[in-house]
Every structure is written in C-alpha cells, then in structure tokens.
C-alpha cells in the first residue's frame, strides 16, 4: 500500500477564514486518483475533491481546491471561507492501479464563530 | 445513485458471539467490495477486498478466520467477526466499487459504516 502523510492531527480557522490541510504520498505509480473525504461526526465518508495524477490542473468543487504538486508528490486541500458545517475530519486518500484506497492519519478541522 | 447501505448501523453483544454485518448496494451492481476498520479519531484500514464469485482478499495482519468475508452477489458483501471478542471492537465501514467504473475517477461508494461493540 501507498503511504500518505498528513502531517497536521489537528486545524482551527476562524470562520469565513481560509484552512489549508496538508499531505503527501509516496508512489512509483504514473497513473493515480487522489482524494480528499470528510468525515463529520457521523462518521459517514464524504467525498469533498478529486484528482487525477495525469491532469495538471488543480481541482476545485466550490470553497475547496487543491494544490497538487506530481513532482513533489504533494496533495494540499484549501479550505476557503470556512463554514461550521466544515467542522469535521479530513482525511487524505490515495487510489492505486488495484482500485485499493490508502489512507492519510487525518486531520481534524475545528471551526471558531 | 450509487447508496450502498450498511446494515446494522450499531450492535453491541456479548464476548464470544459472532456479528454479521451486510454492505448492500441499492442501485447498482458492485463488482468489488472493501471492508475498512477504523478505530476511534483514527484513519480507515483497508482489510480486504472482495470481488463478486471468488474468495476475498486480506491484507496482512488481519486474521481471515476471524473476520470471514463472502461477496455473493453483485449487490450483497458480509463481514462475520467471529467468536468476537472486546478487541474486535471498532467501526467498520464498507465500500463498493460499481461494475462498468473500472479504471475512472469515480470514487468508492461508501457506506454509512457499523459501531460493533463487544461486551
């Protein structure tokens, strides 16, 4: 399995501020799918944003982007006026050839009004 | 589209049991299933795939005779923790991958996930 690094257990923004949450993986792999879910206190896995390794433009759904840097192997999510409802954990995922998902350690976002 | 449903959503039983859980998807066929563990404030840990018609596949580490898998069916993967004890408490989600995705950008559909306690 890949491994991803999320380096960051835990992210306070103030609302209407911006968040940025990091990560990292490591692969031989050329062709992948990142993503990044978010898991509120549920626990039900939400599909926040996608990336296709092969794409070289950023991804964006709304308030969310990602910075990704193939080279760097880098796959940052920004956060961009930041809701309560955005209060949840976000994890960090990497999709390998097999379909398999790896899984960052996640990070928490906690959302001050 | 794509719901696939988790059934129970909670359990709690005695030590010793064995719990079934079931990952269903509703409108769709799902050629491959994956069962995670996840402990509490911790990341998902993929323990095995299964496809539809053939034997699961474990990762290592995880014991196939405690956590038994059959994938059935196109729309029906159960996960059986056998003779469970207190350790085997966790949450565990199930996912599905539809038939005809195949190498896309469609994310895994997942379920809503089961709390299994053991007494």
């Known amino acids: 399995a890949q491994t991803v690094t999320q380096s960051q257990p835990e992210m306070s923004v103030q609302e209407a501020e911006t968040v940025t949450l990091s990560c990292t993986y490591d692969t031989s792999e050329s062709d992948y799918y990142l993503f990044w879910y978010k898991q509120p206190p549920s626990r039900q896995m939400i599909l926040v944003i996608r990336q296709e390794a092969y794409k070289q433009q950023n991804a964006t759904e709304n308030r969310f982007s990602v910075n990704f840097q193939k080279a760097a192997k880098s796959f940052s999510l920004k956060i961009s006026d930041s809701q309560l409802g955005d209060a949840a954990m976000y994890f960090c995922?990497?999709?390998?050839?097999?379909?398999?998902?790896?899984f960052g350690a996640g990070t928490t976002v906690t959302v001050r009004a | 589209g794509a719901v696939v449903s988790q059934h129970p959503s909670r359990v709690i039983c005695k030590s010793g049991t064995s719990v079934k859980i079931e990952c269903r998807s509703l409108d769709f066929q799902a050629t491959t299933m994956f069962w995670y563990r996840q402990f509490p404030k911790k990341s998902l840990m993929l323990m095995a795939t299964?496809?539809?018609?053939?034997?699961?596949?474990?990762e290592q580490g995880v014991e196939k005779d405690k956590f038994l898998i059959n994938h059935a069916s196109l729309t029906l993967s159960t996960l059986t923790v056998t003779s469970a004890h207190p350790e085997d408490s966790s949450f565990y989600i199930c996912?599905?991958?539809?038939?005809?995705?195949?190498?896309?950008?469609?994310?895994?559909?997942f379920g809503d996930g089961t709390r299994l306690s053991i007494l």
């Open positions: 299964s496809n539809e018609g053939s034997k699961a596949t474990y």
């Open positions: 995922a990497y999709r390998s050839n097999d379909y398999k998902l790896s």
């Open positions: 996912s599905a991958r539809a038939r005809g995705e195949g190498w896309s950008n469609q994310p895994q559909h």
